[in-house]
């Protein structure tokens, strides 16, 4: 009687291990990271962001989920490979960060859910169908908009005694650029200012768009999201800074890297966010249903030792408004 208690034992054991196989890999879901810069020191403070947002809710790599990075280092081909990597390997979320990166996601695939971090426009860009109601395999967070760019105008004119001709830097290979200009032109228009487009594709072109700007008179220049200027956020604010040319950035990251002024998202608590998309999902969540979300969280920095090297002179109205000013 106990030896057939036993073997009873034994193979209910046996057929409950297939089970215990699905749930341990229900337990260590797969996700793709796909960035834009070329490595995790240089993604720096969005990479450190992402993985604490995980831990937040109970995610360690390796342990109870596998998280795959790629850093395609601003290359188009290496977006494409590196994403088919990810799809080859079957990941169970894609998570896609910087302007870049979501394009290649939406044209890669149609069934793998995907999370955007940093999209402008998901809208026009044809990743979902609102922002309420996402309605395909995508959803995220956006940091980018008119009222944005408006505002961070505003500062700059207001910083800036007599300014009329603004300079917006874009990198044209980048979906986004059309964006930025059509943009960044409906609000120099509404704050009566000039709007001139400049590009650049590569650092060697940085210079040269820098030196086209000072020789069209140009009186400032402004730059929105994008993984160039920000994989090269130091030289952009040496190159302007050497043309005195008073530099507007986006973000906390290319403020501290030696801008004039920001204003923008704080684009680290976005990284942070991304994850709670990622969790609803493997919880079972459609990506569809997930409604976007806009920056609910706006810094205005100002640097006041650029200013000084610049000959501006700060207004005490702009000092009271700034949240961090570096002396």
Known sequence: MQRRHFLVAICGAVAALPGLARAQARRMPRVGVLWHAGSAGEEGAYYAGLLEGFRDLGYVDGRNINLEHRFPNEMPERFRSMLAE???LKVDVLVTVGTQTAP????????????FIFVPDPVGSHFVDSLARPGRNMTGLSHFGMDIVLKRL??????????????????????VAALYKRVTETAAVELALENHTFEARSLDELG??????VKAGMQAVTINGEGLAYQQRANVAKMTLARRLPLAVWSRETFEAGALMSYGADQVAMCRRGPVFVDRILKGARPGDLPV??????????????????????????????????Q
């Open 154 to 175: 505003q500062f700059l004119k207001d910083l800036i005694p007599g300014l009329s001709r603004v300079a917006l830097l874009v990198n044209p290979n980048t979906e």
């Open 86 to 88: 990810l799809i080859a």
């Open 208 to 213: 040269q768009a820098f030196d086209a700007m």
């Open 293 to 326: 979300e806009q920056p609910t969280k706006l810094e205005f920095m100002i640097n006041r030792k650029v200013a000084r090297e610049l000959g501006l002179t700060i207004p005490p109205m702009l000092l009271a408004r700034a949240d961090e000013v570096i």
């Open 104 to 115: 290649y996601a939406r044209d890669a695939t149609t069934s793998i859910p995907v999370v």
